[in-house]
């Protein structure tokens, strides 16, 4: 990894949410390895600072969001609920609020996000690793809901993703019964794309940003706002949306550096 870039860095390695960037990939790395990544105020306010910022540099491409040391992040700090019962309602509301506003901007950010899963992916960690775009797990990564544990009901859009990722009756199950999951059966049911090595996780990750870096940035951005739209429209909206995506793209140099390559029978030079 290349040294970090002035507009993404953070000043300090105890900062609880650090960015780096190398070429039109950025890193986001959730840094409380010692509390396994849980999410607290300060967290969530990094969090969604680095992806807003993210968002709006039209040289990054590709966003891998890794944890540090041995957790991608194991749900929300209870403690910042546990110091002052009376107070949880409000507490909870400034947190999810912050939670739901990165989940926000996660889907709405032109740029794919690779989620880079590893060891414990509980609670909101498992919603966040599910409003990524990708996400490739470490075979020592367990996935669980844990919700109904603490006597609640999930945030971080996690009954909406699990719902149409697996259908309601196995979402239910996943969210009722609060079984760990692991990387292979994740995997099986369409939870990650790809499990790798333990220490191979963030490495694979990266070489996957570097591929579809590699690519036409607007048709990136095209595929994942039309994955996006596909859940909720119904075919023939979707078929107007594929169209009037399509007819912008051919209006590009892109797309007119696409099909000369095609037919030149060479790799793309798509723009930087």
């Not at 999410?39 to 993210?54: Q, Y």
């Not at 699990?162 to 259908?167: A, D, P, Q, S, W």
């Not at 990266?206 to 706002?225: E, W």
């Amino acid at each position: 990894m290349s040294k970090e870039a002035a507009p993404l860095a953070q000043s300090s390695t105890e900062a609880p949410v650090l960015t780096s960037v190398d070429g039109p990939i950025a890193v986001i790395r959730l840094n409380r390895p010692k509390q396994l990544n849980v999410l607290d105020i300060a967290m969530g306010e990094g969090l969604l600072a680095a992806l807003r910022r993210i968002a709006a540099d039209a040289t990054i491409r590709v966003v891998v969001l890794a944890g540090a040391g041995r957790s991608f992040m194991a749900g929300g700090d209870l403690t910042l609920f546990h110091r002052d019962p009376e107070k949880a309602p409000a507490a909870a509301t400034q947190l999810i609020d912050l939670f739901h506003a990165a989940m926000l901007a996660i889907r709405q950010m032109p740029q794919p996000v690779i989620a880079a899963l590893q060891g414990p992916v509980a609670g909101g960690g498992l919603g966040l690793a599910l409003a990524c775009d990708l996400g490739v797990a470490a075979d020592d990564a367990s996935f669980l809901s844990a919700y109904t544990k603490i006597g609640t009901s999930p945030d971080g859009g996690t009954t909406w993703s699990l719902t149409r990722l697996l259908g309601a009756r196995r979402a239910m199950e996943v969210m009722l019964l609060n079984e760990p999951m692991d990387a292979h059966t994740a995997l099986a049911l369409g939870l990650v794309n790809r499990v790798v090595p333990a220490g191979d996780v963030e490495a694979e990750a990266l070489a996957m940003a570097r591929k579809i870096a590699g690519g036409a940035h607007g048709a990136t951005a095209a595929v994942k706002r039309l994955v996006g739209a596909a859940v909720t429209a119904d075919f023939a909206e979707q078929l107007a949306a594929e169209k009037v995506s399509f007819i912008e793209r051919a209006a590009t140099a892109d797309f007119r550096e696409g099909i000369a390559a095609f037919l030149e029978r060479r790799t793309p030079r798509f723009e930087p």
